[in-house]
Nanobody, 125 residues
Framework: QVQLVESGGGSVQAGGSLRLSCAAS????????MGWFRQAPGKEREFVVA????????YYADSVKGRFTISRDNTKNTVYLEMNGLKPEDTAIYSC??????????????????WGQGTQVTVSS
């Protein structure tokens, strides 16, 4: 079983940048597709981006395309989310998630088996 721990959240002004990390325990990280989701107060959990096991397939939500970049380092059991051009509407708790599935709807939270505890990102105007 993989366990996930996020880090890198914080408070920035609009236009700023943050880099989130999601570190996984266990030796089977490379078998997991990984996703980032976010949830703002009073809103539903929202898909942000997903990356396949090898990193060869990446899916971005339209709201972050061109501003956010996901990457993974399977030698370090870590997936990263580089966030640039942050906007106040990006304010949310960001969680990483993992699934051993090689196909399916990676936009849906129910696809994922393992979740981190989340890290807060706050963007002020």
């Amino acid at each position: 079983q993989v366990q996930l721990v996020e880090s890198g959240g914080g408070s920035v002004q609009a236009g700023g940048s943050l880099r989130l990390s999601c570190a996984a325990s266990g030796r089977i990280f490379s078998r997991y597709a990984m996703g980032w989701f976010r949830q703002a107060p009073g809103k539903e959990r929202e898909f942000v981006v997903a990356i396949s096991q090898s990193g060869g397939r990446i899916y971005y939500a339209d709201s972050v395309k061109g501003r956010f970049t996901i990457s993974r380092d399977n030698t370090k059991n870590t997936v990263y989310l580089e966030m640039n051009g942050l906007k106040p509407e990006d304010t949310a708790i960001y969680s990483c998630a993992g699934t051993p599935a090689y196909s399916g709807d990676f936009v849906r939270p129910s696809t994922y088996d393992v979740w981190g505890q989340g890290t807060q990102v706050t963007v002020s105007s």
